[in-house]
């Protein structure tokens, strides 16, 4: 693993939940590390290590609890 890991999007939930025992909040922004060959999303208390294959699942079966934004979307300022 490298000392610094690229962010490859976000995770904004619209509403409170819990997956898994990990906690994330509403309008919080979540950033997904990208690594060589995994993706960490990370939570309030803790984080998904999770294959590539396995992101764009989560990607489809949490959309309807939040939205996924690329890197650098949002305020410019």
Same mark, same amino acid.
Request: charged content about 30%.
């Given at each position: 693993?490298?000392?610094?890991? =690229?962010?490859?999007?976000? +995770?904004v $939930?619209? &509403?409170?939940f #819990?997956?898994? &025992?990990?906690? +994330?909040?509403?309008r919080e922004s979540y950033p997904?590390?990208?690594n060589d060959d995994y993706f960490l999303l990370m939570a309030e208390n803790g984080? +998904?290590? &999770?294959? $590539? =294959?396995a992101l764009t699942k989560t990607i489809h079966d949490?959309?309807?609890l939040g939205r996924f934004? #690329?890197?650098?979307?949002?305020d410019d300022d």
């Open positions: 693993m490298t000392d610094e890991m =690229k962010v490859n999007c976000y +995770f $939930p619209n &509403l409170d #819990t997956a898994e &025992l990990r906690v +994330f909040k509403k997904i590390y990208e984080e +998904f290590a &999770l294959t $590539p =294959k949490w959309s309807s934004e #690329t890197a650098g979307d949002g």
